[in-house]
């Protein structure tokens, strides 16, 4: 099954020509067979991520939101914040799945990242850090199969709304 996804690369400093964890993730999404249904890169500005997200989960076309950038620890990393705002329900078992994967790939350093995922409006919505191990190891050692129809016993995909309508 195709899983429409949109992607905001959250930052100060980057650009689509220099966002290589977007880069990465854009990559994943397509070796995945899903469909990028769009991507923006913002700043961080808790008010502007909140209106991206905002317009994304009110598409009915978009399955999956995808941020990356702003879950760590600085003053200006408020990404987790701006997901809470638009939370219906919190998926506290990502973080904590995504924290033990980087455990083996950066040490206890695993324990500044604010990774996290939500349900928002039928929608999953998961905040990813901003480097490229980070994406990797949540796509690889998670979203490649919670959004994969096959994985079992069980995945996100056999819980979108769209489904449940046919």
Known sequence: MIVNIALLTVTDTRTFENDKSGAILVKK??????KLVDRKICKDNKEDIIKILKDWINQPEIDVLITTGGTGLTGRDITPEAVNEIADKHI???????????????????????????????????????????????????????????????????????????
């Open 29 to 34: 999404i397509e070796e995945a067979k899903h």
């Open 92 to 166: 506290p078992g990502f973080g904590e799945v995504f924290r033990t994967i980087s455990l083996k790939t950066v040490g206890t350093s695993a324990i500044q990242s604010r990774a996290c995922a939500v349900l928002a409006n039928g929608k999953y919505v998961f905040a990813l850090p901003g480097s490229s191990g980070g994406v990797t190891d949540a796509w690889d050692g998670i979203l490649k199969h919670q959004l994969d129809i096959n994985h079992k016993p069980c995945n996100f995909v056999e819980l979108f709304p769209r489904l449940k309508e046919k």
